[in-house]
């Protein structure tokens, strides 16, 4: 990724989270929850996600390409693909749940239209969506040789999620949820067509935006329908890493037929006294770490099949690990890797709760030893409706309780 693309990124990732906490969203103390979220009576089956995994099917009567977005003023953009008329394509999509429909853009007679489809509530649901007769044709073998026919962005092209932990499992902790906060944005792709590169890969950036607690933890990812051997093997690597900071490295963890894990190290050297980026702004650029995963796999069905489930949200699971003594955090539903010292396949307590949140867009943290729920007033609410209610609880803060 060069520094221009770059740059876009971090402009709309600030653009964004101006908007995921801006001047237009009232703030009521009269309206503000009491007590902190240890207090709260969590439903049993509340999954604390806030996205579902929806499966768009797409037929068309001639192949084209299309745009996938998540509003209909074309700002978010989910996906690009080029879609066949022998056999209909399904996207996985992460969808925030407080989506209801999603728009195709299609371009006919040179003109580009936008088609809306409403999708259901559930998780893993399958949509079924039908382009109409007037779509362009396009020619797959004239397209962009340099990536794959279909590239996913997740949470949306050109924009951070934010990812929150609590480092003192097995205990509760404070729910300030800042304990390591780090921004998201992946962008996997594959190739459908039948040119002589089939290249499939996925681009990942990963900032650190803050460090609130004390234990040696750090920031990985396991990429679970990856192997090792498919990234690193006697041909050569297959992946480069870039850092905004030179202090600041991803390393690779896994080896051979384990699956694919990286670290971030180095983010001890970002602290100012215990903390950063949590006690008030903190001065320091918060760096941006990018992973750059690319193959030629035409020949190579099992691989291939691999790089293509990349596409899925589900199969990038992010945790913390402690260096001392290995014990991994996640985020609910996901299970440790082969390297844990703990053997925790659900990550929540008896009584639901979590150590850690992923929010698909950026926001701002709350200030240290502030409860999550008194910074965001209507997270309680959505904790307690067991992710019913207010599943945008992550759009309007009180901004003297956040570090944006």
Not at 98 to 114: C, F, P
Request: charged content about 20%; overall charge negative.
């Amino acid at each position: 990724m060069n520094k221009t693309t770059l740059l876009n990124l971090l402009i709309a990732a600030s653009t964004a989270l101006l908007m995921a906490c801006g001047a237009d969203d009232v703030y009521d103390p009269e309206n503000q929850q009491s007590g902190n979220t240890s207090e709260l009576k969590v439903p049993a089956n509340f999954s604390w996600a806030t996205t579902r995994n929806v499966a768009l099917t797409i037929s068309t009567p001639v192949t084209t390409a299309i745009a996938l977005y998540g509003d209909e003023k074309g700002k978010e953009l989910l996906a690009e693909a080029v879609v066949t008329k022998e056999a209909p394509t399904t996207l996985s999509i992460d969808l925030p749940t407080a989506k209801k429909s999603v728009y195709v853009e299609y371009s006919s007679k040179g003109t580009k239209k936008m088609l809306k489809q409403d999708v259901t509530a559930s998780t893993r649901a399958n949509t079924t969506i039908t382009l109409p007769e007037e779509v362009d044709w396009y020619n797959i073998e004239t397209g962009d040789a340099s990536k794959g026919d279909i590239t996913m962005y997740i949470p949306s092209k050109g924009q951070f999620g934010t990812l929150l932990f609590e480092d003192m499992y097995p205990q509760k902790g404070d729910y300030d949820m800042n304990d390591f906060v780090a921004g998201y944005y992946i962008a996997p792709y594959y190739s459908v067509g039948n040119k002589e590169t089939f290249y499939e890969g996925t681009d990942m950036q990963l900032q650190i935006r803050a460090i609130g607690g004390s234990n040696p933890y750090r920031l990985c990812v396991e990429l679970s329908s990856l192997l090792t051997e498919d990234i690193v093997d006697a041909t050569g690597t297959y992946y480069t890493v870039t850092s905004s900071n030179p202090d600041i490295e991803l390393e690779l963890l896994s080896s051979g037929d384990q699956p694919v894990v990286f670290a971030i190290n180095g983010t001890n050297s970002l602290k100012e006294g215990n903390f950063f980026n949590t006690e008030e702004a903190s001065s320091t650029s918060m760096p941006i770490v990018t992973l750059s995963i690319k193959r030629d796999l035409k020949d190579n069905v099992d691989a291939t099949s691999r790089f293509i489930a990349l596409t899925s949200s589900e199969n990038y699971n992010f945790f913390l690990q402690n260096t001392s003594n290995k014990q991994e955090i996640h985020l609910k539903g996901y299970n440790v890797t082969s390297m844990a010292a703990n053997n925790d396949h659900l990550f929540a307590t008896a009584d639901n709760f979590v150590w850690g949140i992923k929010v698909p867009t950026l926001i701002a943290h709350p200030i240290e030893r502030t409860d999550i729920s008194q910074a965001y007033p209507r997270f309680a609410s959505w904790v307690t409706s067991g992710g019913t209610a207010d599943t945008d609880w992550y759009t309007s803060c009180n901004s003297s309780k956040v570090i944006k």
